[in-house]
């Protein structure tokens, strides 16, 4: 069955680089979208940028100048790095399959909590 | 940015009620519209996807419908296992972006 599953430090200090993975099963990255999605605690849900299954990135141009989302195929393994955290980039963090019909998020990951906090 | 609109906030509802939660864009999104529902310590999980199909293992009490700008999730016959946060989103265009939740509780 589809399953996504997020992983890395669950603290950070500001200015530091933020290093996610999202390793994934029962489906192909190299047929299928994985999408990166951010919740601040207590608030709603950010897209914050997808890797398609040609291996094209898009980003949200909110973070886009500090985001890279990269993968291994043969390691069916997404990443997401981030520079420059600051608090407000504190939240749980999510990947999730993303489909090319109309761009939802079909399955989603557990979720990782980071913290940025001196 | 297209604007995705939630009404309203938060509601509750008794046992076997219809509920009904509204997504206003701020644009026509032309049926790119998903629902989620996401329970606390939770990942969302998926409901709705091109504004009125169900995906697989959704209980056929809920439904979406909608077209343009406006569009809507129906609980039809409220259980206590519907209580969580519902979120719209919009794929039409970069960035894809969430409403701002409604919170479904029980009466």
């Known amino acids: 069955q589809v399953q996504l599953e997020e992983s890395g430090p669950g603290l950070m200090q500001p200015s530091e680089t933020l290093s996610l993975t999202c390793t994934v099963s029962g489906f192909s990255l190299t047929s299928n979208g994985v999408g990166w999605v951010r919740q601040p605690l207590g608030k709603g849900l950010v897209w914050m940028g997808t890797i398609w299954a040609g291996g094209s990135t898009n980003y949200n141009s909110a973070v886009q100048s500090r985001l890279s989302i990269s993968r291994d195929t043969s390691k069916s393994q997404v990443f997401l790095k981030m520079n420059s955290l600051q608090p407000e980039d504190t939240g749980t963090y999510y990947c999730a399959r993303q489909r090319y019909t109309g761009y939802y998020f079909d399955y989603w990951g557990q979720g990782v909590m980071v913290t940025v906090s001196s | 940015d297209i604007q995705m609109t939630q009404s309203p906030a938060s509601l509750s509802a008794s046992l076997g009620e219809t509920v009904s939660i509204e997504c206003l864009a701020s644009?026509?999104?032309?049926?790119?519209l998903a629902w989620y529902q996401q329970k606390p310590g939770k990942s969302p999980q998926l409901l709705i996807y091109?504004?009125?199909s169900l995906q697989d293992g959704v209980p056929s009490r809920f439904s979406g419908s909608g077209s343009g700008t406006q569009y809507s999730l129906k609980i039809s016959g409220m259980q206590p296992e519907d209580e969580g946060v519902y979120y719209c989103q919009q794929g039409y265009k970069y960035p894809f972006t969430f409403g701002s939740g409604t919170k479904l509780e029980i009466k």
């Open positions: 091109g504004a009125s």
């Open positions: 644009e026509g999104i032309s049926n790119s």
